[in-house]
């Protein structure tokens, strides 16, 4: 009987290895696509944005070696092994929860910081001024349908154009194929701010990274959880001192 239950465990643990390989796989690409979405948006986003991913992206990469010796302990049915494993899962979990609680706190407090960012390179924008921060305005204002930090208006101190009402043309929306004198002030401009749109989209992103990160939490316990038990039945076994 107890052979069938510890056969039974080694395999499941083999298949568990196999599935915190794939979910190794899963965190790495979230975190590398995070990144690589966030990367275009620098200038308005600040470097907690960044190391989130990159400690996904290095968790990923250490699961993905830790699973292969996951693999070998569990094959070999070497206790040694196994209990190494077992701690490091350990690490890694408490690791990956840390990452799970970091996503979604930062996930909260999005709006507040990308708005602060927005709102510190406002002065940046223009034709003489930063043209690296003035071209990324123009982008998320057009990708994003929004304009301004919190409404329209926004523009008009930083621009100097009260009287006129004038501001950026990217603001507005614009029918391509169409010849007239284009004019966007803040009665033609988009409604929606860009710490508002601009922000849904950088939460969506974080709090991806702790969706992967819970599902990977509950991976892990289950493999621990294996891990332990087989490594108890190896020793009894097999006589371990």
Same mark, same amino acid.
């Given at each position: 009987?107890? +052979?069938? #239950?510890?056969?039974?465990?080694?395999?499941?643990?083999?298949?568990?290895?196999?599935?915190?390989?794939?979910?190794?796989?899963?965190?790495?690409?979230?975190?590398?696509?995070?990144?690589? !979405?966030?990367?275009?948006?620098?200038?308005?986003?600040?470097?907690?944005?960044?190391?989130?991913?990159?400690?996904?992206?290095?968790?990923?990469?250490? #699961?993905?070696?830790?699973?292969?010796?996951?693999?070998?302990?569990?094959?070999?049915?070497?206790?040694?092994?196994?209990?190494?494993?077992?701690?490091?899962?350990?690490?890694?979990?408490?690791?990956?929860?840390?990452?799970?609680?970091?996503?979604?706190?930062?996930?909260?407090?999005?709006?507040?910081?990308?708005?602060?960012?927005?709102? +510190?390179?406002?002065?940046?924008?223009?034709?003489?001024?930063?043209?690296?921060?003035?071209?990324?305005?123009?982008?998320?204002?057009?990708?994003?349908?929004?304009?301004?930090?919190?409404?329209?208006?926004?523009?008009?101190?930083?621009?100097?154009?009260?009287?006129?009402?004038?501001?950026?043309?990217?603001?507005?929306?614009?029918?391509?194929?169409?010849?007239?004198?284009?004019?966007?002030?803040?009665?033609? !401009?988009?409604?929606?701010?860009? !710490?508002?749109?601009?922000?849904?989209?950088?939460?969506?992103?974080?709090? !991806?990274?702790?969706?992967?990160?819970?599902?990977?939490?509950? #991976?892990?316990?289950?493999?621990?959880?294996?891990?332990?038990?087989?490594?108890?039945?190896?020793?009894?076994?097999?006589?371990?001192?």
């Amino acid at each position: 009987m107890w +052979n069938k #239950i510890y056969t039974s465990v080694k395999y499941s643990l083999i298949t568990v290895n196999f599935l915190f390989l794939i979910s190794g796989i899963i965190i790495l690409s979230v975190g590398s696509s995070v990144q690589s !979405a966030y990367n275009g948006y620098h200038e308005f986003l600040s470097e907690r944005f960044f190391s989130l991913p990159a400690f996904c992206i290095a968790t990923g990469v250490i #699961i993905f070696l830790i699973a292969f010796f996951g693999f070998y302990g569990a094959y070999s049915e070497n206790y040694y092994l196994i209990m190494a494993f077992a701690g490091a899962m350990v690490l890694m979990f408490i690791f990956q929860l840390s990452a799970c609680i970091a996503g979604y706190a930062l996930k909260s407090q999005t709006t507040v910081l990308v708005q602060t960012q927005l709102q +510190n390179t406002m002065d940046l924008y223009g034709p003489n001024k930063n043209y690296e921060v003035t071209k990324l305005w123009d982008e998320v204002q057009e990708d994003f349908s929004c304009c301004g930090v919190l409404n329209a208006s926004d523009w008009l101190q930083h621009l100097n154009t009260h009287d006129s009402q004038g501001l950026p043309v990217s603001c507005c929306s614009r029918v391509f194929g169409v010849v007239a004198t284009f004019t966007c002030n803040v009665t033609s !401009a988009y409604r929606t701010g860009c !710490a508002e749109a601009f922000g849904a989209w950088t939460q969506s992103h974080a709090g !991806a990274i702790g969706a992967a990160g819970v599902f990977l939490v509950l #991976i892990q316990a289950l493999a621990v959880g294996g891990a332990v038990w087989m490594a108890k039945i190896s020793r009894a076994e097999n006589a371990f001192p």
